[in-house]
């Protein structure tokens, strides 16, 4: 299936104008859109046969009588008022971030059931895992910057954290957040009920200063300790079919778990954060070895897919070398300040010099791709 014949219909020509250019700039390839600010022209199109996968419809339209075409989703965009809602009909927040609001109506859409019901992105998704032996090493940061980058390249990346206590929160925010967490994301990956893409993009939430998609931590964190080998390899698959992002950097727990093995066989790039020192020069090289071992397919691709990354180095020091002698760092990161009182910075990823000194990691992420600055932040519909 390929893009979704979206209706929009609101007697508020300014509110309908704005709602329709926010889905055209920020999803070109989700869906075909045809709007209306009068019943009289809405039924005129749906009495041709006019096709319509989903119908948003304003409340007040909705209050002449039912609307309906063929098998369409008819949700009603409810502004508040006095005036009820007709029953038998999903509703969702009219003025509400114009990025949730969408988020609501795929949702809403996704639990109908339909099978197949793909949507095609601009690229082929990369999966990129944000991985290192030790604790420490700045991996989150690493991933959540390289994430904030690519977005500000023109390209859409997705933060996705698999560590057993996310941290996902000290660098991501949404204005208005999804009520659905990763807690959702589990539940639809053990239930393997189809429409997993549309799912998946219901529960996300994009950050309000940078564009960047994720999702909340789960409800509890013991949750996710029930993520499977094959629950991994389902969400990866899912994210690479629908292809809605250009990037999804995984940053995974530190060490060598099942969820990273699952993580790493899948990845078309690993970033190996590495810190300098003796003591951890070891734990690196044990660790590359351990990548070698997962299977022939990743051994065969090592050298092309395995980026080792030497963070947090001073000025003026010499570092002791942590990789075998056929590896050489794709980027050298020196130590920047972040979230620490007086750094100025919350967190890293805020650090022009942090985020220069990653900036190299995008280029082999991304090779070749527009530098034309992506909207991002959404787009607040409330008036």
Known sequence: MGRLSLVLADGDTEYLGKLERYIIVNYPQRFDIISFASNEKLAG???????????????????VGPITA?????????????????????????????????ADILRLYAARGIVDCSIPGRHRTQVICVCSPCGGSGKSSIAAGCAVICESRGSRAFYLNLESVPSTEMFFHSEFPSEQSFSNVIYHLKGKYGNMGLKLEGASNMDSKTGVRYFRPPEKLSEMNE??????TLLLDTFKKSAAYDTVFVDTGSGFSQTNTAVMKLADVILLICTPGQGA????????????????????????????????VVAGRDTISVFPGEFEPAAVIPECQGGEPGSGYQ?????????????????????????????GGGENLAV
């Open 70 to 102: 063929n098998q369409a989703k008819t949700v009603i965009l409810d502004g508040g008022g006095e005036k009820p809602v007709l029953p038998g009909y999903d509703t969702v927040e009219k003025y509400q971030h114009a990025d949730r609001l969408v």
């Open 227 to 232: 993520l499977t080998e094959q629950d991994i």
């Open 347 to 375: 967190v890293l990823t805020e650090n022009p010099a942090f985020l220069s000194g990653i900036g190299t990691l995008c280029g082999y992420v991304l090779p070749g791709r527009a530098d034309t600055a992506h909207p």
């Open 45 to 63: 199109y749906l009495d041709s046969n006019g096709k319509a996968d989903i119908m948003l419809v304003g409340k007040e339209l909705m209050q």
């Open 281 to 312: 020069s070891v734990k690196y090289k044990e660790f590359i070895k351990a990548i070698e071992d997962i299977g022939d397919s990743c051994e065969a691709r090592r050298n092309e897919r395995l980026l080792p990354v030497l963070n947090r």
